[in-house]
């Protein structure tokens, strides 16, 4: 029986990065949260795919020397492939180069069109590639207000969408429906946006190629956030002549994004569809960033985490359930593998699986792996009742937290039900009393590990959603067989049967120790430590850019593999000014101490004097150079680079060299003899 139905969708990722912790993070949560309504007999529809467009990803297949298509295709096969190993639970995924989608996008224009909402006009103005956005700056080459990346000047003939005349409907929509974007305080920012007052949006561009083309006038192709949001009504069949699906899911019910794209969801998105004559979703959520080392974890930050890390090491359910417990939905939330194993080892190994270890095989050995009952009334006591009192608040508790997006409680109230249960059995000493052998002690030892079992079994459906594997395996070792086919909306205490015959009991979360966590941060520092030459987060080319192929695995297949890249030479950056070049002060140093960073075969820790200061530099050239053959040489510096940090050291600068082939550094210098302190121009 059907209770009702549940669309779900997570923005569809960029493939001009691969995907990290961040990306995720945002589709874990969806996952947990479609997992949770399936449980409860709802009909979910869960979506997520990446979004193939624009001029952003058109520079990264160009500086991968490969056609746009073979370099979208790879990298979306890498973001599915991940959430296939993750075991995530979508129920389509979408690429907006499928023609499908194609098609919608197309039908979307043409219906705005006839509706009147788009016209075509010259415009000129500052366009920001990353954030395929035009921004509002009037000079050429100034830095755009929202990433601070330097803009290009656009002069262009484009179709316009009426914008302006959505102002009033939005603030209506949006005063109308308080939960229409979640949390408060992004709601409360988009009021404000909308009230500062709307321009008509450019939907179209003609300075490049790889886009939807507009429908009849093909040397346009369509703005790629029209293109992009579109996908959550493509992906149901809008445009299309099979629409069954999105007959029945359309309206969505929650748009889950990361809050740097509220705009996008909350103004534009609203705005189309409003202009269409087409449904709104219920509700956009926001999330806030994973941080780490303090700053976004993004490509070009270049400090993102790989999950396959931490899947190598530790297996998806920890992560998923560090993502869900550790970081308070809706505000940032830091990221770090210490952070990740106490969690685990706390949580999980000596929470929930030491729980199950402990009631499951005192199960095993006291009542031959039979579910016991206690057999007179006698062996009750107002302990039993205390945790089956708990374990009832406990479901409805969860249930609220969970429904409201406060995971992060419902797993709190989840485990205080674990840690109410494990002091339970402390207290009533079920070994002390499978000692005694008179029928009293018998049917309290059946109580006391009849409550044990039957909390755990309750805390297991709880968490479901949120570590499916694990739970699964608890759920199997309680011989209650396939997890999925338990209704959780018909979830209470005192379900499990007398008798159930127990799985084979087996450790479900190992413990991890120090060696967990150096394990997953050399995997992560081999990948970071060998580019000399990094990308930098203020200009335009990093982030359309593929890192060098010194970055191993943080570059697209694409660019890595010497098929698609058959000539030797790196392609050129795009243009810069003479401006943009001035920003970057390159100076020469010389080199007072080096040494090998502990654990880090790639790096080198110097000490430069800049003639005017000395600083630490963190150097991926171990593997090239003798850290004593560099003392006294002189070198030349970026010097105002910003610091990062590299195996938790500041590095204040990089050191400028040329990359040779397999990444081999060469260092710069001069045959002239060139004071420290000098500026290169
Ligand atoms: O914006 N912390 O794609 P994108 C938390 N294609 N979440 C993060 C994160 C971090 N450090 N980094 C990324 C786009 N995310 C567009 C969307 S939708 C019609 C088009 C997650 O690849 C988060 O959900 O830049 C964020 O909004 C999304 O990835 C951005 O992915």
Not at 368 to 396: L, M, Q
Not at 464 to 483: E, F, K
Not at 654 to 662: F, K, N
Request: charged letters at 25%; one cysteine or more.
């Amino acid at each position: 029986m059907s209770n009702g139905k549940f669309y779900i969708t997570t923005p569809i990722y960029y493939v001009n990065a691969r995907p990290h912790i961040g990306h995720t993070y945002t589709t874990v949560v969806c996952d947990a949260i479609a997992r949770r309504k399936r449980m409860l007999g709802i009909d979910t529809f869960f979506l997520t795919g990446t979004d193939e467009h624009g001029q952003k990803i058109e520079r990264s297949a160009n500086a991968a020397g490969c056609s746009p298509k073979k370099f979208v295709d790879e990298v979306s096969a890498e973001f599915r492939a991940l959430w296939d190993r993750m075991g995530l639970s979508y129920d389509k995924f979408i690429r907006t180069t499928d023609e499908e989608h194609v098609r919608g996008v197309q039908a979307m224009f043409k219906l705005l069109q006839e509706r009147g909402f788009i016209y075509k006009s010259k415009y000129r103005g500052q366009y920001c590639v990353y954030d395929e956005l035009y921004v509002e700056v009037d000079t050429p080459g100034a830095p755009c207000p929202i990433c601070g990346r330097v803009t290009e000047t656009v002069e262009e003939e484009n179709y316009f969408f009426k914008l302006s005349a959505m102002e009033e409907p939005l603030l209506k929509l949006y005063n109308s429906d308080p939960d229409f974007i979640r949390p408060e305080t992004r709601r409360n920012e988009v009021i404000s946006f909308v009230r500062g007052g709307l321009k008509d949006l450019s939907i179209s561009r003609t300075t490049f190629k790889w886009g939807i083309p507009v429908p009849g006038d093909e040397a346009h192709v369509i703005y790629v956030w029209l293109d992009a949001l579109c996908n959550y009504i493509t992906a149901l069949g809008f445009g299309n002549e099979n629409t069954k699906l999105y007959d029945k899911f359309w309206p969505a019910d929650v748009h889950m994004v990361g809050k740097e794209i509220v705009r996008f969801h909350c103004v534009y998105w609203p705005a189309f569809l409003i202009a269409a004559g087409l449904p709104l979703p219920k509700s956009i959520v926001a999330h806030g960033w994973l941080l780490f080392e303090e700053s976004k974890m993004s490509k070009s930050r270049g400090n993102i985490v790989r999950t396959e890390t931490i899947l190598d090491v530790l297996g998806a359910d920890p992560l998923r359930y560090f993502l869900m417990r550790e970081i308070v939905f809706g505000q940032d939330g830091s990221f770090s593998f210490d952070a990740l194993v106490q969690r685990f080892n706390s949580d999980l190994a000596n929470g929930l699986g030491n729980l199950a270890s402990r009631t499951l095989s005192m199960i095993t050995r006291y009542f031959n792996g039979e579910v016991p009952y206690p057999s007179h009334a006698a062996a009750h006591t107002p302990a039993d009742d205390a945790i089956a009192k708990i374990a009832t608040r406990t479901i409805e508790e969860f249930g609220t937290a969970f429904d409201q997006f406060q995971f992060s409680k419902a797993l709190e109230t989840a485990w205080g039900l674990v840690a109410a249960v494990d002091k339970y059995i402390v207290e009533n000493e079920p070994w002390a009393l499978s000692e005694k052998t008179d029928e009293q002690s018998r049917s309290r030892l059946a109580t006391v590990l009849y409550t044990s079992a039957e909390a755990l079994r309750i805390v297991t459906a709880l968490a479901h959603p949120i570590i499916p594997d694990s739970t699964a395996r608890i759920w199997s070792q309680l011989g209650l067989g396939n997890i999925k086919e338990f209704k959780l909306n018909e979830i209470k205490w005192g379900q499990l049967h007398l008798g159930t015959r127990l799985g084979k009991v087996e450790a479900v979360f190992p413990r991890a120790d120090k060696t967990t966590i150096e394990r997953m941060q050399q995997m992560e520092q081999e990948r970071t430590a060998a580019p000399v030459v990094e990308e930098n987060p203020q200009t335009p080319s990093s982030t359309a850019t593929p890192a060098p192929s010194t970055a191993g695995d943080n570059v697209p297949a694409a660019v890595a593999s010497t098929e698609v890249s058959p000539s030797p030479y790196t392609p050129l950056a795009p243009q810069i000014t003479i401006d943009d070049f001035s920003k970057i002060d390159l100076r020469v140093a010389i080199i007072k101490t080096a040494e090998k960073v502990k654990g880090a075969d790639k790096l080198l820790r110097l000490e430069v004097d800049l003639g005017f200061e000395v600083r630490q530099i963190v150097a991926g050239i171990a593997l090239a150079y003798d850290p004593e053959k560099l003392i006294g040489r002189k070198v030349v510096i970026v010097a105002n680079l910003a610091p990062r940090k590299l195996r938790g050291l500041e590095s204040n600068g990089m050191i400028v060299a040329a990359s040779l082939e397999g990444g081999v550094p060469v260092l710069a210098g001069f045959h002239e003899d060139v004071p420290i302190g000098s500026r290169l121009k």
